[in-house]
Nanobody, 116 residues
Framework: QLQLVESGGGLVQPGGSLTLSCAASGFTFSTYAMRWYRQASGKERELVASISSTGGTAIYAESVKGRFTISRDNVKNMVYLQMNSLKPEDTAVYYC?????????WGKGTLVTVSS
């Protein structure tokens, strides 16, 4: 059974850090590009970061570049999003996404709230 399960969300003060994790199972993880999306209340879902199947290439949205780092472990079937210098505008539900050609899978999301 294919699963993407996010964890690590929570409440953090502005300027703080969080690391999100996504555990993947039920598919050949190492052949999929992995991505983190987020959706703030009342807004469209947006791509935050993407990492290639081998981990050799990472791409970031301009709004998070220099603050967020995506990484993956193809042995543990995990993908991570290290988030530093968090801002209130980073508040959103963060979703893990797996993509290969026309196949795409989603997790259920984890809520990140940045507030003092």
């Amino acid at each position: 059974q294919l699963q993407l399960v996010e964890s690590g969300g929570g409440l953090v003060q502005p300027g703080g850090s969080l690391t999100l994790s996504c555990a993947a199972s039920g598919f050949t993880f190492s052949t999929y590009a992995m991505r983190w999306y987020r959706q703030a209340s009342g807004k469209e879902r947006e791509l935050v970061a993407s990492i290639s199947s081998t981990g050799g290439t990472a791409i970031y949205a301009e709004s998070v570049k220099g603050r967020f780092t995506i990484s993956r472990d193809n042995v543990k079937n995990m993908v991570y999003l290290q988030m530093n210098s968090l801002k209130p505008e980073d508040t959103a539900v963060y979703y893990c996404n797996a993509l290969r050609e026309v196949m795409m899978y989603w997790g259920k999301g984890t809520l990140v709230t940045v507030s003092s």
